[in-house]
Structures are given as C-alpha cells and as structure tokens.
C-alpha cells in the first residue's frame, strides 16, 4: 500500500503552498482539485479521501469544521520545509554554474528534496474485463485468469507448474496485462499455459507451436514501484510523524522557540531587495516630499510580518503600505517576488506597486491612514517638540505579534470578562499602547542577554492575578516575539503617572469653554483620564458637543490638545482604567471601529 514519505510530504507542502496560498482558508473540495490538477488522488498515498490525507499532515495542514459540514483547509507556513526548499534551489543554482566542471561539484550529506508521489492506477477494471472477452474453454479461461491476476495468485500459479518459461511468462504479465510485443506469440503464450493445467483441452490446433514465445518472455521486466520511494526517508519504518520529527532539531539554533516569520524574507530593502527605478519613480511621485520610499517600504514589511498581514506565497508576498490611494479608502500596496537565482545578491524583486493614478494625487501626497485611537493625538504631538513614535509602528518594529485574531482570543480568555467591543477592537488599541509604552520606555532593552521577559498588561484574571505577556527572543531584526500570555505577579510594567489635577477637572484652574462643563461641575467622575502615547502622559477628558475634549495640565492651567471621537477617547482612556463614564461608555458600542 502507497505510504507518505518525508519527501512526498515536501512535495505536497510545496504544491498546496503554491496553488492555495499560505494562511489562507480554502474549502476542501478545492484544495482537491488542486491536488487532482497535478495529477495526483489522495488514494496515491494511501489515504481514503482528501480529508485524511489532511489529517496525515499536521505539520502545515489545519482542518476547520464549520457547522453545516462545510471544512476548510489552512496551509500554514512550515520553517523546516522553507528551508528544505530553499536549499535546493540553491543547490540546482550551484549546480548550473558548474555545469561542466566536474571538479567543482561538492558532495555533501543527502537533503530532503520534494518527491512527486507515483500515481497508482485501479487494476479492478482489466481484472474484471478478462473473463468476459473470452468465455470460451475451461483452459482459456484459467489461462487468462493465470495472465490478469496481480503478483500474488501469480506467485501461486508459478508453483502449480515446473516449466521455467511458463513462471517467467506469469511473471512479467502480473505489472501488465500486455507488454508491447508481437500478437501472435502473446496470444499463443496463455494457450500453452492453459493446456499444462488441463491436459483434456490440449489438443487445440495453436497449442503446438509456442516455441517462439519463449524469446518474448525473456525482456519481462519486473519492477517495484515501492522501494525507490523508502531510501529518501531517514529510516525504513513508514511512520511519517517520527520521520519530521527526527529532521526537525537538527537545523534548529534555538529549539525553545520556534520564529514564526518564514525565515527566507528579505529584512534589509537595501541589501535584499531589487528594486526598479520604474517602481520607485511611481512611490517617488504620489508619497510626500519628505517620506523616503525604501525606509517606508521596510518599516511597513516588517509591521506586516510582525501582525502576519502579509498575503500570497512563499514566492510571492504583497502588503499594505501606511498611505492610502487619491480615493481616501484604498491602501497602496506593494507585491514583492522571490526569483530562483540571485540577481546582483538579491533573491528577491519589487514588481509592483498599486497606488491608483499619479495624476490624481496632489501636491502635498497621499494621506497616511489612521493606525488607531491614539491618531487624534498625533497633530498635537507634530506642532510640538519631542515625540514619540507611532505606537503601532513602535511594538511592530519590536515584537512579532502574530495574527491579530488569535492574540486577541488568548488575551481575552485569560482574563476577567470586559465588553471590548465589537471584535475586540478596543482590546487590540490597549494592548498595542500598553506594550508599546513597554518598549519605548526601554523595558525589552533592560531585558539585557534574557531569552524570556514577561511584561505586565495590566489586565487581571477571573481570579484577581496579574496577566503578563511572555515573550520570547529571536534572530533577526524583529528582536523578540510574543509567546503567549501567563497569570503572573512578578512581571515588569511600564505605569503612567497620573497627578490628581488629571483625574477630575480642578475648578481652581484656568479652563477652555467645553459644552459639558455643567455636568463636569455637578459630577466630578464624568471627567476622566486618557493616555496620549506620543506624549507619553496623561489627558483629562471632557464631554463637549458629542465628542471629548482633551486638556493638557500645564503651569497655566488646562489648555486643550486634541478634540476626539468618542471611540477613539474611550480606547485611550481604557489603558489608565476600566471605570469611564456613561457619556464615554457610548463610544465603545460605536459601529466606528475605525481602526480594527
């Protein structure tokens, strides 16, 4: 029976990738056709159906059953496979360049290279056409029976006789019915064969002259298809979980920590990707003067890789830049390809660029795209002095997130049930601010040479235990990457202070004109507090017509920074407390969302 070899595996890792995309979900009914296109069955291998020859890849095949039945399959990214395949491009790059020169070919330990598995083919039709061609004598019909049985009543058939030419003749017919041969030797060979096992119907006139048919016999190869297939495995037993299991530690640096970043992606623009000064004109003339394209195309790769926004195939990725198209809702995106030899040192090419029509665009550039809640307090921050970064751009550039969706569904199930709006926007704009302010303020730096640091969110269990957030730390120049989170009271947090003058409205103080300054007057409690991350402090938020007002304490008094919806303050205000006011609770339930 056709068994999964690791080098089967590779080749159904590499094909699936291709044709269905990784990470993406695709009904089973068409990651079969995509096998059957390639001219393969999930028979081939041994499996009943397309659903268990998913369920006999773990590895980088995941099954979801919705109700209703429907199931889909998700290629995900394997990193010892992308190594695999990796290697032997460069190895058939290698190869071409010596081609002719023996002398600089280098023999080396045997790799995992992807192997086609054989297509087998259902013997049941000729097996039951056989008898009914010819349902003449006794003798014919055990003769041909003797040709269209497989191998093992063949086996039988050859102990039954002494003739030599007869168990050969068996032999060589068993992996097909008729070999390419004369039809008059092959018609006589069964009537020879059949007169041995009957010597009652021998007297047929064409049993007489088979001497002739001995020759034809003698160029029946018999091959087995099974044994070219079990040298590619490191070991003869055909359990493919132990095979992948005993290849999986040896390349690894770190067995602690697996990246989940495909490990083959460029991470310096400069260095690692060809760009076209035809693509780089097109950036040139619809983003800002003062935004350099290559930086810009680097800060936003790596925020797609760290959130796992990037789309398409090992070989071929794009992803959203910050800059929306001239219509204000489309994102400009970028498709970047990986060529089988390095060009220049670079495997990997900008192709292209969809960033609407040129001329549409005015003088001053494309917009940026709001990255969150906090983005009201950006234009306070550019008109003053020193700021920080964007908060999102800041946690991408040093933590690998992972899909959003799944970090957030870990987050909220580990600690106290909260209403986070509607698909948890609200959650994701605390956790980016909250560990964001982490890593401005220094706190993965102070981790030192630690290859573990867990950071307190600031969120409590059920049970009233601190929730921290382990990560963990990688190669490359994303520096550390989110491992999950834990319930634990030792970890380290970053806290904001925040003065009373910020906590309600001091009426002593000098203060804007607001239209809830009535109501703040009667109920101290319906101003509250609001963290701004480029300043990196605190805001006192206001009601005024609908939206909320922010005051900035200064020596003065309060003067007011930004006027922001009432979604974004409430995101803003969640990160210092869960008490807010009802005026503000109102923009949690927002259909706004804006920035999820």
């Known amino acids: 029976m056709p068994k999964l070899t690791p080098g089967n595996r590779l080749y159904l890792y590499q094909l699936l990738s291709r044709e269905l ?16 296109a390639d001219g393969l069955a999930p028979e081939d291998v041994g499996c009943a159906d397309m659903r268990a020859l998913c369920e006999a890849l773990p590895e980088f095949i995941k099954l979801t059953v919705f109700k209703k039945g429907y199931v889909y399959a998700t290629v995900l990214p394997n990193e010892e496979y992308d190594r695999a395949l990796a290697a032997g491009e460069k190895d058939a790059g290698d190869r071409a360049a010596a081609q002719g020169k023996p002398w600089k070919r280098r023999k080396g330990a045997k790799a995992l290279r992807p192997v086609r598995p054989r297509h087998v083919e259902r013997p049941a039709e000729p097996a039951a056409k056989a008898p009914a061609d010819e349902p003449a004598g006794e003798g014919d019909r055990a003769a041909t029976d003797a040709t269209a049985e497989p191998s093992g009543p063949a086996a039988e058939g050859t102990a039954e006789h002494a003739g030599g030419p007869v168990d050969a003749s068996v032999d060589g017919t068993a992996p097909a019915p008729e070999p390419e041969e004369a039809p008059a030797p092959a018609a006589e060979a069964p009537d020879k064969t059949g007169a041995d096992l009957a010597p009652g119907a021998a007297a047929e006139p064409p049993a007489p002259t088979p001497a002739p048919a001995v020759a034809p016999i003698t160029l029946t190869i018999t091959y087995v298809p099974e044994p070219e297939e079990a040298p590619l495995g490191p070991e003869d037993p055909a359990p493919a979980g132990e095979a992948a299991a005993a290849e999986a530690p040896s390349p690894e640096p770190e067995p602690d920590v697996v990246p989940r970043v495909q490990a083959d992606l460029p991470r310096d623009f400069h260095a690692d990707v060809r760009c076209s000064s035809e693509q780089l004109s097109l950036l040139y003339q619809v983003l800002p003067v003062d935004v350099d394209p290559l930086s810009t195309l680097e800060e936003d790769f790596r925020a797609a890789r760290a959130t796992g926004a990037l789309e398409g195939t090992r070989s071929n990725v794009s992803f959203s830049l910050r800059y929306l198209q001239a219509d204000g809702v489309t994102p400009v995106r970028v498709t970047l390809r990986r060529s089988a030899r390095a060009v220049a040192g670079k495997r990997w090419a900008l192709v292209e660029v969809d960033a609407g029509e040129p001329a549409e665009v005015g003088l001053e550039g494309l917009a940026a795209s709001p990255t969150g809640p906090w983005s009201g307090f950006a234009a306070a921050a550019a008109e003053g002095g020193e700021r920080r970064e964007d908060p999102l751009r800041t946690l991408t550039q040093t933590v690998v997130l992972g899909p959003w969706d799944e970090v957030l569904e870990r987050l909220s199930s580990l600690a106290a049930p909260e209403d986070w709006g509607q698909g948890r926007w609200v959650l994701r704009a605390y956790l980016t601010m909250t560990l964001a302010r982490d890593a401005a303020a220094g706190t993965l730096a102070r981790g030192g040479g630690a290859s573990r640091l867990r950071l307190d969110t600031g969120l409590l269990t059920a049970g009233g235990e601190p929730v921290a957030a382990e990560l963990a730390a990688i190669p490359g120049d994303i520096p550390w990457q989110l491992e999950g989170f834990v319930a634990d009271p030792g970890a380290e947090r970053a806290g904001t202070p925040v003065p009373p003058a910020l906590q309600a409205l001091d009426p002593s103080l000098p203060a804007p004109d607001f239209s809830g300054a009535a109501l703040v007057a009667r109920s101290p409690r319906a101003a509250t507090s609001a963290y701004d991350p480029f300043a990196d402090e605190a805001r006192l938020l ?16 309060y003067v007011a920074v930004a006027t922001l919806t009432l979604a974004d303050a409430y995101a803003c205000a969640r990160v210092l407390s869960a008490d807010q006011p009802a005026w503000l609770c109102a923009g949690r339930d927002e259909d706004a969302a804006p920035h999820a």
């Open 542 to 557: 206001v009601p005024d017509e609908g939206q909320a007002l922010a005051l900035a304490l200064t020596p003065e008094g």
């Open 21 to 36: 995309g990784a990470g993406r979900q695709t009904l089973l009914p068409r990651a079969e056709e995509a096998l059957r």
